[in-house]
């Protein structure tokens, strides 16, 4: 029976929450076939650092490499500023495990209903790449004459073609499994002319090594109208680490909402674990009440899932949620209702 080690983070707030309910829900989809899960819970997180003052153990990147896949809850609490379990934890984990490819799909499930007027289920059907490991999110740049009136801040944006080029690659892949067979480039070349124009002669480059697959560029300011205006237009949308950032939260949101966002940062050359998170926070206004949406997880498990060879139970999920959704019988306050976090995963449960 093969056995996958999972390293389980869940993090701060609702992130415990909903990572403890979604990992009810993989145990029972995998109970069906005749692989297993081990989990290894680790206490990290900002809470964590604000009582230890550090984020990740001396050991704890050694440790984690030990492992099939990392599923993470949610980082962040008051009492630490956000950029510490940020660059502590999250974005050291994507450089040092190249976890390039972050994947985020926005799907517009039936029995959700869209902020946008007449949108009908799956015609919004999103699947983002967002580069992962440099971009804007680069820890390149530095501060001088701190504290005094002539401090000067400098954050400087990193692309590589080997970034750009892999990125994209990826995107063009995933868009050839896909019946619509569409990517559109996220840029702002008309303003950042050094690492938004290589980005575009990459694009141009690797496009032309997928000719079945229709390529087009788009400003990212163009691209936020857009997802407003005719989301159903966009397939497969590969962007920058800022770029990709902005837009999937907005996307989460032409969907229904961040409760059903979920990603996964994946290191395709399976070389390092992948990681898998729900899109959305730690949320400390609504931890400890029961009520955050735990589909977001859920839905990451099912990632999380497919990752690891498990297609069918990856695909029960994933259809246990929908069917939840559309029913509509068991809703999370995100969604209209007044059903608790554990109510919801019960739904799924029974679902499976």
């Known amino acids: 029976m093969p056995a996958f080690k999972i390293a389980v983070i869940g993090g701060d707030g609702i992130g415990v929450e909903v990572i403890d309910q979604a990992v009810r829900v993989l ?68 450089r040092q495990f190249d ?12 029995g959700v209903e869209s902020p946008l007027r007449d949108k009908k289920p799956g015609s919004i059907d999103i699947l983002f790449y967002r580069e992962n490991t440099e971009g804007e999110y680069a820890p390149v740049g530095g501060r001088l ?7 000067v801040a400098i954050q400087t944006n990193t692309f590589t073609r080997r970034g750009c080029e892999r990125i ?14 569409k990517v559109t480039s996220i840029t702002k070349s008309n303003a950042q002319t050094f690492g938004m124009v290589l980005w575009d002669e990459c694009f141009k480059k690797v496009s032309g090594e997928f000719p079945e697959v229709q390529s087009s560029s788009l ?6 109208m857009d997802l407003v205006r005719k989301p159903e237009h966009f397939d497969v949308m590969v962007a920058s680490n800022l770029f990709g950032d902005i837009l999937t939260d907005l996307a989460a949101m032409v969907t229904g909402t961040i409760g059903l966002a979920a990603s996964a940062n994946i290191n395709p050359e399976r070389t390092f674990p992948s990681m898998f998170e729900p899109v959305h926070g730690s949320a400390p206004d609504i931890a400890g009440k029961g009520i955050a949406n735990p589909m977001a997880a859920i839905l990451s498990g099912a990632m999380m899932l497919d990752h690891l060879g498990l297609a069918s ?40």
């Open 27 to 94: 145990e029972a989809a995998v109970a069906k076939t005749s692989s297993k899960l081990s989990w290894t819970k680790l206490p990290w997180s900002a809470l964590h650092y604000h009582k230890t003052g550090v984020m990740v153990p001396e050991e704890g990147w050694d440790l984690l490499k030990q492992h099939d896949a990392i599923f993470l809850g949610a980082i962040g609490h008051p009492s630490v500023p956000d950029h510490i379990p940020v660059h502590g934890l999250l974005l050291p984990m994507r």
């Open 99 to 110: 976890q390039y490819v972050n994947l985020r799909p926005s799907f517009l499930f039936e």
């Open 145 to 151: 004459y701190t504290g005094t009136p002539f401090e």
């Open 168 to 181: 994209m690659r990826a995107a063009f892949e995933g868009a050839g499994k896909r019946p619509r067979k």
């Open 219 to 224: 400003l990212v300011d163009a691209a936020a």
């Open 313 to 352: 139970a990856s695909l029960a999920v994933r259809d246990a949620v929908a069917r939840v959704l559309k029913a509509g019988n068991s809703r999370t306050p995100d969604l209209g209702g007044t059903n608790s976090t554990s109510e919801i995963t019960n739904a799924i449960l029974a679902g499976l």
